[in-house]
């Protein structure tokens, strides 16, 4: 139980386009997802935080009208990249909490990789 | 404020060595969660082990073991009679409910086994 699913796994796209990556709670339901952004070789930084039906919470530094995120249901949560530039090609990482369980539970997802030519 | 330091950023050992991952972390939370993932080359994070800080007790699973210390912050992780397989980047990470809930990770410690 506890799968987290991202589509697409990696995408290529042309500078100046929008790209937009799905994360779903597979077997359960999600109160809160989480999206996280990983340069090579460096750690996962948060991104922003989504709670289904309200609007999203961003960590200091990162534009919201950039990275466009949607929770509308309880399994399904979107990342938007808007106007992708090079430098935004990065590993996305999501991940969910359960909507019943322990607070600290969180399941990972296996990541979009984004190049942007 | 939280925070996760793995001071080790790369470790290379020979296959069937032993290896110690260290993790030292800060936090003014009487209730937190630390974890250990393993992310291999495909990116994936793997779960391997969630400690809660009500309990030190040492943990063992397999060629795995785990020390935690709130005397010293620490929890750290070892790997017995490594394998090529092992390679991989290992984080360390921090949670508690007084923040929410978010993940704090550490920079991650690159292992490398040379067969």
């Known amino acids: 139980g506890a799968v987290v699913s991202q589509h697409p796994s990696w995408v290529i796209c042309k500078s100046g386009t929008s790209v937009k990556i799905e994360c779903r709670s597979l077997d359960f339901q999600a109160t809160t997802m989480f999206w996280y952004r990983q340069f090579p070789k460096q750690s996962l930084m948060l991104m922003a935080t989504s709670n289904e039906g309200s609007k999203a919470t961003y960590e200091q530094g990162v534009e919201k009208d950039k990275f466009l995120i949607n929770h509308a249901s309880l399994t399904l949560s979107t990342l938007t990249v808007t106007s992708a530039h090079p430098e935004d090609s990065s590993f996305y990482i999501c991940?969910?909490?359960?909507?019943?369980?322990?607070?600290?539970?969180?399941?990972f997802g296996p990541g979009t990789r984004l190049t942007v030519t | 404020a939280q925070k996760v330091t793995q001071a080790q950023t790369e470790i290379s050992v020979v296959e069937k060595e032993d290896v110690t991952l260290d993790c030292v972390y800060e936090?003014?939370?009487?209730?937190?969660?630390l974890f250990w993932y393993k992310q291999p080359p495909s990116g994936e994070l793997v779960f391997l082990i969630r400690r809660n800080s009500f309990d030190e007790q040492n943990e063992i699973s397999g060629r795995y073991s785990w020390n935690f210390q709130k005397s010293t912050s620490s929890f750290n992780f070892t790997i017995t009679a490594s394998q090529v397989v092992d390679s991989a980047v290992y984080f360390c990470a921090l949670s508690g409910p007084n923040t929410g809930n978010q993940f704090y990770f550490g920079t991650g410690t690159s292992l490398t086994v040379i067969p």
């Open positions: 991940s969910a909490r359960p909507h019943r369980g322990g607070t600290y539970e969180q399941y």
């Open positions: 936090t003014r939370d009487t209730t937190y969660y």
